[in-house]
């Protein structure tokens, strides 16, 4: 079973910047494999997708309010994703989650929370002055 651990979040001040880093362990022999998104949340809202990055890398998929401003990337031999958060937002204070699936491409695109099916357990990040 592939497991995923978040890390990098934090208190951050309008403007500034934090990378994440979506670490997975476990059963990884086949990490190639797996599209990662980063999602986030905030308290009574529905989770929303921020970003995606097919297995290769190769390409990648952005939410609008995100665009310009985080860049995800990804290195398969260190099984690692990162999300490169710049100009951020009080709005983008929330809970940070990365999942992984092997759905095709087409299909993780989409960002539906539902369809991924390995989660870590999130990392809070607070946008505030």
């Known amino acids: 079973q592939l497991q995923l651990v978040e890390s990098g979040g934090g208190l951050v001040q309008p403007g500034g910047s934090l990378r994440l880093s979506c670490a997975a362990s476990?059963?990884?022999?086949?990490?190639?494999?797996?599209?990662i998104g980063w999602f986030r949340q905030v308290p009574g809202k529905e989770r929303e997708g921020v970003s995606c990055i097919s297995s290769s890398g190769g390409s990648t998929n952005y939410a609008d309010s995100v665009k310009g401003r985080f860049t995800i990337s990804r290195d398969n031999a260190k099984n690692t994703v990162w999300l490169q958060m710049n100009s951020l937002k009080p709005e983008d204070t929330a809970i940070y989650y990365c999942a992984a699936d092997r759905s095709a491409w087409h299909i993780a695109y989409h960002m539906e929370p539902q369809l991924w099916r390995v989660w870590g357990q999130g990392t809070e990040v607070t946008v505030s002055s």
């Open positions: 476990g059963f990884t022999s086949d990490y190639e494999y797996y599209q």
